[in-house]
């Protein structure tokens, strides 16, 4: 016998993290919903603060409903554990706020959720935190934008809008020759369809929101530590290696060996900022994660199968997708996501921004919103929406065509969604 | 904090608290393929209620230098003179796993220095099948998957250890990673070959504390009979829903059973 896992990937998503309720046997995650916990003793309550026991206090720290969900993703990521957040990207900010603070330098890919590029383009850098975005396929310019004071490479699994695959592995040796970890967005492709800690990222997020709840429904983030960086050795991050006033003095790379990032992200970051998950939410997300397997699989043939027939219509310009030949990735990602692509992706039609809307309002299973990863299939069109304000020059420099339209493929009837968009392309020619 | 042990520089933890060898002293010894950190609550307790805690990382491992030792033997005479170094004339010793084995040979090499002995996870003679000696020799990560396996009664291991929200079975993989490729054969020949365990057991002048996960794969609770015979007065305390990584799995029991075993420090 060889497996790194206790139980195969089915397993973990079902039992990773939970048991039968002690007090009662229920064999559903109970939601506690309980600010704080009662303490036995005085001498109790003292050793729960200072760490030298483990157990809960006050839910913006932990809680029993959302210590399994961190478990559990903890388990399918291959990580050392896990902390859930308020969103995605309160997972994000918890990675860096850890790692960072004025006068260091992160480098980036550019082809990020715009919400991510926001946030280190504008809101970081006012606080002294600088990012420099390279183009994510270029290995020397990820090598050229490193400064003595960079302390992270950051990426997505695959990234927006045009699906470029990073290349894990290259990106993360890159990182480590410097000293520093990899962090990577794996929301769109969640631990169904690559765990990114085998292939060298350090620190994975997510939002949970996503494919991960599965169903719209909540907000939330996890934020995994894979325990494979050695902070003593890279000799950069003091902030897990020498004494922090904040905690008693604690110096968490001597109290844990593997899983040091995650103490002082909980003790700090998460206590300071309060960017925590509801325990309601974390029940959400369970939920959805216990048919995770089953529900990618579907997302992914679904996917399939509707790039499969865009890429075949007239109509359609470009389908930007790593498994169809013309996309620059399709190499890589037979490699890193044998298990497919995942459900979101962008085509562009032929026409005009008023094409789009009239491709859109034709639709009539594809919801019009901005999210992605539910159930349900969406659709966008970028440049009515949350690009409404560019120029068609200036929405080309950001990677986008008057005509783009993003899908979030969804588990409906694949019959049912080739015929609605077969509907919406005709619509959006017939104006034309 | 760093010592020097016969001209190499050793790790020991101790506990979040400035070591005071002046004050009662409990040293931890950890098991094959680890590091100090596998007793981070238990040393973090007993170091901010009255001890003074030294958790060693032995010879070629965690942050310690020089290779790994070869035999529990050679292990027992370092941890002797690690004490020595820090300034501590007697201890209480807490082993884990081989650490047992190696805390329970120092109690029999220095009867007159240990005085008191927890052995947890432990089994003597301490046999290590053919194919784990052989993964460990040929593919580690194969054996770490197997120790892994076998050393945990299940996934769920909720307030978790550290803290909430930490995997037990993927913080055993990571810190059996962490260590330097082929300490881990080494640790387990160490292991296989320890021959003077009942010798040891009748020349140690001391109380002895047995503590055993139930469902222990590795250390089978039924491997630890003959010695609690051989230990005078020992008590055994078998810790239920745990396997060999009971510190992490159950660590509140494994406290518990050691603050009953421990004097009290005032």
Redesign the interface.
């Known amino acids: 016998?060889?497996?790194?896992?206790?139980?195969r990937f089915d397993t973990?998503s079902l039992?990773?993290?939970?048991?039968p309720d002690a007090a009662h046997g229920a064999r559903a995650t109970p939601i506690y919903l309980s600010t704080a916990f009662q303490f036995r003793d005085s001498d109790h309550a003292?050793?729960l603060f200072?760490?030298?026991?483990?157990?809960?206090v006050y839910s913006r720290i932990?809680?029993?409903t959302?210590?399994?969900l961190?478990?559990r993703i903890?388990?399918l990521d291959?990580?050392?554990?896990?902390?859930?957040t308020a969103s995605g990207q309160a997972a994000l900010h918890l990675a860096i706020a850890t790692l960072a603070g004025a006068g260091s330098h992160i480098v980036a890919s550019r082809a990020l959720y715009g919400g991510s590029h926001n946030l280190l383009a504008y809101t970081l850098a006012r606080f002294g935190i600088e990012t420099s975005f390279v183009d994510p396929r270029d290995a020397d310019a990820w090598r050229a934008a490193l400064r003595p004071n960079t302390r992270m490479l950051f990426g997505e699994t695959l990234g927006n809008p045009g699906l470029d695959v990073l290349d894990i592995p290259t990106v993360a040796e890159i990182a480590h020759g410097h000293g520093v970890p990899l962090l990577v967005d794996s929301t769109f492709t969640t631990p169904w369809l690559i765990r990114p800690v085998d292939h060298g990222a350090d620190l994975v997020y997510h939002s949970a929101t996503k494919f991960l709840c599965g169903h719209g429904t909540v907000v939330g983030g996890l934020l995994v530590d894979?325990?494979?960086f050695?902070w003593?050795a890279s000799g950069k991050f003091p902030e897990l290696t020498e004494p922090y006033a904040g905690f008693?003095?604690?110096v968490f790379a001597?109290?844990?060996?593997?899983?040091p990032f995650?103490?002082r992200a909980?003790r700090e970051g998460l206590r300071d900022f309060g960017a925590c998950m509801s325990p309601m939410n974390a029940f959400q997300i369970l939920q959805g994660v216990e048919t995770l397997p089953l529900r990618m699989a579907r997302h992914v043939s679904n996917a399939r199968r509707v790039v499969e027939f865009l890429a075949a219509q007239p109509g359609v310009a470009r389908v930007a997708y790593p498994e169809l030949d013309s996309h620059p990735d399709r190499a890589l990602a037979a490699r890193l996501l044998p298990r497919g692509c995942g459900a979101v992706f962008s085509f562009d039609l032929k026409g005009d921004r008023a094409a789009g809307r009239r491709f859109v309002e034709a639709l009539r299973i594809f919801s019009h919103l901005a999210n992605v990863g539910d159930a349900r299939s969406l659709v966008i069109h970028p440049a009515s929406t949350t690009h409404f304000r560019m120029d068609a020059d200036a929405l080309a420099a950001a990677g986008i065509r008057e005509g783009t339209l993003r899908l979030s493929v969804g588990l409906e009837d694949p019959d049912d969604l080739v015929e609605d968009l077969a509907g919406a392309l005709r619509a959006a020619q017939k104006g034309a | 904090m760093l010592l020097q042990v016969d001209g190499r520089s050793a790790y020991a933890y101790t506990g979040g608290r400035p070591f005071d060898a002046a004050g009662p002293v409990v040293a931890f010894v950890h098991g094959a393929q680890h590091d100090h950190s596998v007793w981070i609550l238990q040393s973090r307790w007993l170091a901010h209620h009255g001890w003074s805690v030294l958790a060693v990382d032995l010879p070629g491992h965690g942050r310690s230098d020089g290779p790994p030792l070869d035999s529990v033997e050679a292990m027992a005479q370092w941890l002797l003179a690690a004490l020595s170094a820090a300034g501590v004339e007697r201890a209480h010793l807490v082993g884990h796993s081989m650490g047992s084995l190696v805390a329970l040979e120092a109690a029999g090499r220095a009867p007159g220095r240990i005085a008191g002995l927890g052995l947890v996870g432990t089994a003597y003679p301490m046999r290590v099948s053919d194919a784990l000696l052989a993964a460990a020799r040929e593919d580690e990560p194969r054996a770490f998957d197997m120790i892994n396996a076998w050393s945990h009664s299940g996934l769920t291991h909720q307030p978790g250890c550290p803290g909430p929200g930490f995997s037990v079975f993927v913080q055993n993989r990571r810190l059996m990673e962490r260590q330097r490729p082929g300490t881990l054969s080494v640790d387990f020949a160490a292991c296989n070959a320890y021959a003077n365990g009942f010798e040891a057991a009748a020349s140690a002048k001391c109380p002895a504390l047995l503590v055993l996960g139930a469902r222990d794969l590795m250390t089978r609770p039924s491997a630890a009979a003959g010695l609690a015979e051989r230990l005078p007065g020992s008590r055994v305390v078998k810790v239920p829903d745990a396997g060999h990584a009971l510190m992490a799995e159950r660590p509140d029991a494994v406290l518990d059973a050691l603050r009953g075993f421990l004097p009290s420090p005032a």
């Open positions: 016998m060889s497996q790194p896992d206790l139980f973990l039992h990773a993290g939970a048991a003292a050793a200072n760490m030298e026991q483990a157990g809960h932990s809680n029993p959302v210590s399994v961190e478990e903890a388990a291959r990580g050392v554990g896990a902390i859930a894979g325990g494979t050695d003593h008693h003095g604690m001597e109290e844990s060996t593997v899983a995650l103490l909980r």
